[in-house]
């Protein structure tokens, strides 16, 4: 497996919004191409090694799919710290996809999945084992993944609507590494370009507020650490209802079935669609299916 296994096509949706089809990636979502910039990574500077080290990490899904996908061919293990409010269905899958879910009795009991992993790690550094924590939150493989393939690869893409000038860039964060990765791409690319946050009702990352709330991946409850502030020129927030019924509809008209995320952005850019120019296109990605979600 390598990067050019990540290409994913850009479609014009509905007039004035772009797609990016994230989902068709392996593992179905773009955390793909951040889990295999990491451990490309880790692996070359020798923190990882094929056949001896242990991948983990606390995920909430889609980065656990990508560790998985990308560790199966080079023979690494993944264990996963998932906690138990994510969709049932998505860890059913992860352990299909190969993962080792961890911690399930400890997190029954209330530990956070954070406290499993480090629980693992003390329990690795007594008996020998090697393990690699690939910590999504903190490693920063996980912007240039978004910068450098996904940005870019919307770049070219681009170049199928020539008439295109300005850009406005619709998407949430759970790191905010695809959302800077993106905005970094495009804002280098001639194009004048606006960035939207999207946001669950009720949760304002700038001001560390957060609530409960349905949309597995986004506003997970910390400030989105490779959010890149200066690039956010507006936010919106999206309540579930308005997203879940913008999944219907976009469901009924096009036949893809988009995953909560998707959904919320979708709401907004159809809104902001309304008024673009003809030199002017919203894009966002479609970050993951919504078939296994229970909701
Ligand atoms: C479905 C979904 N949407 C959006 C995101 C946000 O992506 P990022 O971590 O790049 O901000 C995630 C992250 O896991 C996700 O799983």
Redesign the pocket.
Known sequence: MDRADFRTPLREVMPGVLMKFECDNPGG???VR?AYRVIDKGIRDGHIVPGKTTIIEKT????GFGLAVVCNKLQIPVELAVGLGFSAIKRRYLEMFGARLIGVELLKQGATPKEVVSRQLEQASRNGRSYFYTDQFSNIA?IHA?EFETGREIVEQLHGWPTVKRLVFVA????????TGVARALMGSGYEVSCVLVEPEGCDASKGVFVDHPF???SVGVS?PFLDWGQVQDRHAVTFDAAMETRRWFCQRSGYFI?N?TAACLTVARRLAERMSDDQKVVMLF??HGLWYSH
């Open positions: 979502s773009h955390k951040a909430g899904g889609n980065f996980s978004h949430c964060a759970g790191t905010g590494a695809s959302f597995e991946g986004m989105p995953g995320t970050y993951d």
